[in-house]
């Protein structure tokens, strides 16, 4: 009897747990799938934090921490069983050995995460000493730390933002990983959410230190910001105010020079005084801005006085060059493009200059009279040390608003021509070709008048005639292009040849030998008439 109770009993006991069975199959279908749907999401946010800064950062600084401890281990076994002298303890031994060895290479390669990778955000990088705004120069590199400081906190406050948005996905990650545990009990659901939550946790209180050190460091940048700004508001009106000073300066001259252009009319006395003025003005000019931005001037003096002497007695040339660069520069003599002639060792050097750099002049010869005449060389690319200012003669032929010189040519006649007529023909042709060069030196020399003591500017051609043993010469000279006087010449002394040739009264005087032929008693060919000069 109590054997077929015991076989009932456990047939309604299968039946209830095969429908039990049932129950709990249905049930975990219908979680699978929302649990599938769950760690797509996590899988997702696991994508999106993949190459997170902080967390890549966090975990290799995690990784860092376990080998250290696990070198730590190791060397104390290592220790231990280097006492040791039996077979086992000597193999287990050099077993450690590559364990350490192992350890020691992962933690060289971990190296740079030795340190929280929240140090950064929590301890910001010090700001840069402010710069002292001195002068009108400074106030540039002033808006410049400005503009670093702010940028500094603004990528500053980017990694406090990267770190809140990490935070964010991370308890997303784990109010999911709830939603699983709670659907399903798994023991890696478990581990994960617990290593989840102690990341929370460590990031989240990263993140509120990081937010207090923000706002302290908030306010230094907001400090110095401030101050650097008045100091640029302090230079700025400084500036201002020298500047205005020295346009009165600049005004007040002006005024003098028109004052004595009105009064003065001697052209040296105006040429003196103008000079006395620009003098006075630019001497007043320095004075200001020398006593404005140098503290202590006699200090400075003396050291650019010890200075300048070390540097002529070292580098006597090079300083003399650089000197002369400043005389080149700052006097106006000489410009680059000008035509310009010196002499070095006898040999004269014509062209333009195409450079001039702190230590010597550059200049590119020309087909001129001179190369013609003299080098028979031209082309040549020639340097002229800036020092040659203060020791050789250097020609401008187009300083300033010159860019004409005279030229001349020469032409002798016999002595019984008509003199008169052969200097009124070649005057005339060098008035025709050469008029337009006329009238633009003409408007040169008057550009100049304000800068120099000119008293002729007579810029007609001009003829004159000189007694030669052989015949009258006449030298006709005329303005010319600096750039081009080969040109006009060739043309003009065409046009003297072509005019003079054409008159028969006239007659182009050059080297002749006579000969008297009728003292010698020798018979001489029919066709040579002894009544006419014989020329060789």
Do not use: C
């Not at 990490?166 to 890696?188: A, P, T, V």
């Not at 478990?190 to 706002?215: C, P, Y």
């Not at 908030?218 to 105010?241: G, H, N, P, W, Y």
């Not at 202590?296 to 300083?319: C, E, R």
């Amino acid at each position: 009897m109590i054997k077929k109770l015991f076989i009932i009993f456990i047939f309604i006991a299968s039946v209830l747990y095969a429908d039990h069975n049932q129950t709990q199959v249905k049930l975990t279908q219908d979680e699978i799938i929302k649990i599938e749907l769950i760690k797509e999401k996590i899988e997702a946010i696991d994508l999106a934090l993949k190459n997170n800064i902080w967390l890549i950062g966090y975990q290799n600084y995690i990784t860092y921490l376990g080998l250290i401890e696990e070198l730590n281990i190791v060397d104390k076994e290592v220790k231990r069983l280097s006492r040791k002298r039996d077979k086992n303890s000597k193999l287990k031994y050099k077993e450690f050995l590559k364990e350490q060895d192992r350890l020691e290479k992962q933690i060289e390669l971990l190296r740079e995460y030795k340190n929280s990778p929240f140090v950064k955000i929590v301890k910001p990088d010090e700001l840069d000493k402010k710069p002292e705004v001195v002068n009108p120069f400074s106030i540039i590199s002033a808006f410049s730390y400005i503009k670093q400081i702010e940028t500094e906190r603004e990528n500053y406050k980017n990694r406090i933002d990267s770190l809140d948005n990490l935070i964010m996905n991370l308890k997303d990650k784990s109010d999911l990983l709830k939603q699983i545990d709670i659907l399903h009990k798994d023991e890696e659901i478990e581990k994960r959410l617990f290593v989840v939550n102690q990341d929370i946790l460590e990031f989240n209180r990263a993140h509120d230190l990081a937010e207090t050190t923000f706002a302290v460091y908030s306010k230094k940048v907001d400090r110095v910001r401030l101050e650097v700004t008045e100091d640029i508001t302090a230079q700025m009106k400084r500036a201002f105010d020298i500047a205005l000073f020295i346009i009165v300066v600049i005004v007040i001259s002006l005024i003098f020079k028109l004052i004595i252009k009105k009064y003065i009319t001697d052209n040296e006395r105006f040429y003196m005084a103008n000079k006395a003025i620009n003098l006075i003005n630019f001497t007043l000019i320095v004075l200001i801005l020398l006593f404005a931005y140098i503290e202590n001037v006699s200090y400075f003096v003396t050291v650019l006085g010890f200075a300048s002497a070390g540097i002529a007695i070292a580098m006597k040339d090079w300083f003399m060059s650089i000197l002369g660069w400043m005389v080149i520069v700052f006097g106006g003599s000489f410009h680059v493009g000008d035509r310009v002639k010196v002499q070095k060792d006898g040999l004269p050097y014509v062209g333009d200059i195409i450079d001039i750099s702190l230590l010597r002049m550059t200049i590119l010869e020309d087909i001129t009279l001179t190369s013609y005449l003299q080098n028979r060389r031209s082309g040549r690319v020639v340097f002229i040390p800036n020092n040659y200012v203060f020791t050789t003669l250097i020609s401008n032929y187009t300083h300033g608003t010159l860019k004409t010189v005279w030229d001349g040519i020469d032409l002798t006649i016999t002595f019984d021509s008509n003199h008169k007529k052969a200097m009124y023909i070649i005057k005339e042709i060098t008035k025709k070709y050469s008029k337009g060069y006329t009238d633009i030196a003409r408007r040169s020399l008057n550009q100049l008048r304000s800068q120099y003591s000119l008293k002729n500017t007579n810029v007609e051609p001009r003829i004159y005639s000189f007694l030669e043993p052989h015949g009258l010469t006449i030298s006709t000279w005329y303005m010319t292009n600096s750039y081009a006087a080969l040109t006009l010449r060739s043309t003009i002394s065409y046009e003297i040849v072509e005019a003079i040739n054409k008159e028969k009264d006239i007659q182009i005087a050059y080297p002749t030998q006579t000969i008297d032929v009728r003292r010698t008693g020798k018979n001489l060919p029919s066709d040579i008439d002894i009544n006419k000069d014989v020329l060789y």
